[in-house]
């Protein structure tokens, strides 16, 4: 693999990684209703490449924020 090609990779694959990981932080930040619910929405948030697009299509708006004190 050359320079290049290795820049060229992790330059397509650090915007998913970091999508990823706000889908998964922004799940832990919600109440979606039951434990369930939610543990369906974190392990789908972690997949990797679709699973951040998902969460955003169809779970963003279905949680609300919890309040902090």
């Not at 290795?6 to 109440?31: E, R, Y």
């Amino acid at each position: 693999m050359t320079l290049k090609s290795a820049a060229i990779f992790v330059g397509l694959c650090v915007p998913f990684f970091l999508a990823t990981i706000w889908a998964i932080v922004d799940v832990a930040q919600k109440d979606f209703g039951t434990l369930g619910k939610k543990a369906l929405w974190w392990i789908i948030a972690s997949v990797p490449f679709i699973g951040f697009i998902i969460y955003l299509i169809f779970g963003f708006r279905k949680g609300k924020k919890l309040e902090t004190i």
